[in-house]
């Protein structure tokens, strides 16, 4: 704006003394050097080198691998490592599993070292950014690993963990240790005795503290270094116990031994806040040098210069990393931004990245010269700042960093890397031309020939893989095949595999010649469409005369011509596929394609011999019992179609086809009638008869139909058996003491099949339990959908070894286990009897998606012997009573029989004569009841039992009274009360657990009320400190501070609760969740091949 000369004066601030003129002016960069870069902005022109994709969320994983790719020594190393091709690798063919979460379309994933190989091969000679799906595949990980932000340091802890594995007991083992690795010695001196205790511990990174345990700022990275190394003094009540001198004075610390040639340093911006009970990010200013003497840290240490800077701009729950990153000794300074390569300054690697905060840009004429002199400047956090450092010895710097040549390291890894790049750019060209071309699937006769079983029409195999153009004519295809099997096209007929609407199935139609191959492409909501690369299934048939496997002329018959099926005419010749049953091994095999005029009889193609010539070859294999002479002669023959696997019906065989209804590519099923399933005979009925026998019926396979309904009804079922005594298992939450998580992510059982069966954490935390109980029993079990409870109950006793029948009668089933779960038991619902099915059970499995395509899981507990006799004839009500420690830890539970009219009293009675010395629970017994991990009620002794939520709830085992000592009621002092304090999941603001009850006196400090609940569960204090004690109402809840009284506010709803997180959560989406999922890269077997070393070595 323009200023009129009559404001230019002394009161306006621009005129001072003399009449001089004074200009106020404000410059500001908020970030140095940086360049918005324009599309046709090429990297590798500009600045030689290019970027890494970012696929997701993994800006932190590119800033690493950039800072470890331009260490010419690390990157001489991986390319040196050799490992045997998988030879599954790399094929244009692998199929994409989208279901796992295929994070791209490229086929399986390489070995790691190879993966890396390619990355960094491709970061030297690429012109365009690099892809690291393949390498992120070699890691385990899928579509939410790659939308997964994690930490840099911790990825590079456990990279380079992996690739030592890889090369352990090759000529390139301790490589990477020799790089990276340092030694540091942790040692204990005493003062006041000649004693001393060290230990020696090498690192791979040194974590530097921004803020002190004490809480001080550290200025720079030498304070910093002097922390870590700083003595402690162990005196008063921290006194060491030195062996054989007692408890002694001593002094504690740290000492550097020696440091790596690349050192890379981890600044800890990101600090657990004791106030506010999170993580928040520490954005002070925090500097640190170009060179950097750590002599006076370690002998001999020597000076190292700044090599890289991994910057992380943003707060805790988000941001963004990148790297500035100094190539060579005499190079500039360039910034690397995921696939954005651009040069900056020296200031803006260092300086700009020390944090603290900028000023904030202000309209500086809108205040008086006086009020800008007494206003404070305004600032603002300086989000982005340097996370890791990495520094490079100066006497070997120039070796480090010096780039390899891959030819002279690995020719044979350049070849490959140069093979793979071939075979990428052949997939992205077909991926370009997909749109424009369809992949034919052509298959013969006699690969019909090779299906067993009903009709599913995604295992009809193939013989030829064809790529044409879509809109190519039928004919052209027919070429193709004409070509292949050498047999001309006039005497062949093409039938693809398309969708019928009316009825729905999925069979072979016949494609007219002159159609186009577009013509024939499934519709995208049709069963056999395949969204990701759509495909024809096409069916050559050529004439009878033919061998069927040579594919020869070797007609049967004197005289016989080839049929001129390339004439075909769908309205009066039809296609049947032909299949036969055999009664006695209760098998289907496919014997072929049968053409004939629709006005022939379907009993022709027995008549004409055509049935008995193909059965031969499968009798003579033994796949099939051999048919007596008679019977093929002249004895009848049963004929089904086949709608699908659930629908089988009959057809007349004296009729003809189309009066039938049957069209070209249905299938029918022959027999022989009156045939008997031998297994009925040998294996009969149970000899007590009736369907409420506990021995399961055997259901007859006579003919195609009853076949049908032995497959649809025979289930796969996994059965669990419980003890009684299994501890209260809710939300994966078991009253064990322990508040951690109950084991380390990636721990597995034993192996089943050559596979890990990955051991749930509440298994783990159910194995911790004082509870004298006999771990869960599974077993694998057939089963019948037409069985009744009777046979279900019968067949789990057999298979947990129970033959009696007073067991079976004590059985409860359920869909989950049954102290975890709220539903009653399936045989006890009052809606079901013994009559009723295991069919009508699998409908009740609400929590299956598709439960016909899954095993179906069964649970089952044993009730305790007398349960029956006290029911039944005393007619007494059955409770569970679960024990509970001082420490709030389920140490027993019992199943105890009161009336249905008794008291509590009565409850208490029973708990005592049950009570064991071992639960370590003394003096007078309350109970009460939880209901959702809150206190439901604290029961009196004159209640009735007929108030209590479990009176009108079957499963006991998890409806049941929580039964512990009321030592508080004796000691209580006057103005005290029993108050519940609940545990509450800091992410849900869910209750989870038990709660405590615990005795609070008036104004009492929030601080010993949380002192107290630590010494009651036993909590140590890496997990305590984390918790927090919160006071709810209806209007909300407030963390309490530790001097604040805990019934400051005093509302008739308010609730104390430990507000902390919920060590195993079973929620899918919590154990799931992209901020609780751990970053891993998976172990690979030996199976992917020995290593050997290239023509370098490693030493530096």
Sequence with gaps: DMVKTMELSPDTGWLGPDSSLCLRASCYVRQADSINVSADYNTKKETGYVGLKNHGATCYMNGLLQSLFHVGEFRRIVYAIESEEAPECGKKEDPVDVSKGDIDGDGSAPP??????????????????????????????????????????????????????????????????????????????????????????????????????????????????????????????????????????????????SFPPVLNLQLKRFHFDLEKMDMVKLNNRFEFYRELNLSPFAPNAGSYVLYAVVVHSGDVNSGHYYAHIKPHLNSGWFKFDDDSVTPCSEYAAVEDNYGGSDLQVVEYFARSPWELRQQTPQVRQRIHNAYMLVYIRQDVAAQVLAPPDPRVTNLRMVERCDREVRLAEQRRREKMEQPLRI???????????????????????????????????????????????KVSATNMALFVLSYRNNPRQVRFAFMNSTTTLRNHIPQFNQPHFDTSDPYLVVLCMVSRGYDLHALKWRPTKENHTADELGRWDDAHVTLLVVKYFCVRTRKIVTLGCYYAPNTEKLISMINDGWVMERLRGYVQKGEVAPLPAEEGDGHAWECWEEFSEHDIQQRNTKTAVNNEQLWSGDVVIWQLAGQADARETREGLSPNGGDNSEVPPTFAVNNVQDLAAYILNSIDVVATLHDARQPL?????VSNGVWAPPRPTSATKDKKDGQAVEERPEDAALSL??????????????????????????????????????????????????????????????????????????????????????????????????????????????????YYDDAVREVGSQVIYVPHSGLVSDVLAGARKYNRPEYGITGPLRVLEVVESRLHKLFAPDAM?????????????????????????????????????????????????????????????????????????????????????????????????????????????????????HPNPTNNLARQSRYNKPLTIKAESSATGSRKMGSGTAAV
């Design 112 to 257: 790691l070292i190879q993966a890396l190989q390619n990355v960094f091969y491709k970061l030297q000679t690429s012109d365009q950014a690099v892809n690291c799906r393949e390498l992120m595949k070699s890691f385990g990980w899928d579509t939410m690993d790659a939308f997964t932000q994690h930490d840099a340091q911790e990825l590079n802890r456990i990279l380079c963990d992996r690739l030592e594995e890889q090369m352990k007991g090759t000529p390139m083992d301790g490589s990477i240790k020799r790089l990276f690795c340092g030694e540091m010695e942790n040692y204990i001196e005493c003062i006041d005795v000649d004693y001393k205790s060290r230990r020696n511990e090498t690192f791979y990174d040194i974590q530097l503290n921004i803020k002190g345990e004490r809480g001080q700022y550290h200025a720079n990275i030498e304070e910093s270094l002097r922390d870590f190394t700083s003595e402690e003094t162990l005196e008063g009540d921290n006194l060491y116990e030195a062996e054989g001198h007692g408890k002694q004075r001593a002094k504690k610390g740290i000492r550097f031994l």
């Design 439 to 485: 992949k034919v699937k052509l298959l013969f006769e006699r690969s019909l020939c090779k299906m067993t079983g009903f009709w599913d029409h995604t295992e009809v195999p193939h013989e030829q893989y064809l790529k044409m153009n879509r809109d190519q004519p039928v004919h052209e295809l027919a070429s193709e095949a004409e070509a292949f099997i």
């Design 729 to 733: 298992c809710i939300d994966g939450m």
């Design 769 to 882: 339990c004082r509870t004298n109980h006999r771990p869960p029993q599974v077993r694998e079990l057939k089963m019948d959908l037409r069985w009744n409870l009777s046979h279900v109950k019968g067949a789990v006793c057999r298979a947990f070894g129970h033959k009696r029948a007073d067991v079976q009668e004590n059985l409860w089933l359920f869909h989950a286990a049954p102290s975890s779960t709220y539903e009653e038991p399936l045989n006890m619902h009052p809606a079901r009897n013994e009559s009723t099915t295991l069919k009508e059970l699998q409908r009740s499995t609400t929590f299956l998606s598709n439960p016909a395509k899954q095993p179906m899981t069964l649970h089952a507990l044993e009730l305790p012997s007398d349960s029956a006799q006290e029911v039944g004839d005393r007619g007494l009500l059955p409770l569970c009573v679960r």
């Design 945 to 1061: 039992v007929r108030s209590m939520v479990c009176f009108s709830k079957s499963n006991i085992f998890y409806h049941c009274l929580r039964v512990e000592s009321d030592a508080d009621a004796e000691s209580m002092p006057d103005g005290h009360k029993l108050i519940e304090i609940f545990h509450c999941d800091r992410q849900s603001q869910q209750a989870f657990a038990q709660p405590l009850l615990l005795t609070a006196g008036p104004g009492e400090k929030s601080g010993s009320i949380k002192a107290r609940c630590k010494a009651k569960l036993q909590v140590p204090d890496a997990e305590f400190k984390s918790w927090r004690l919160v006071r709810c109402t209806r209007l909300g809840k407030t963390h309490l501070k530790d001097d604040e009284a805990w019934d400051a506010e005093v509302t008739v709803d308010a609730r104390l609760c430990l507000e902390h997180v």
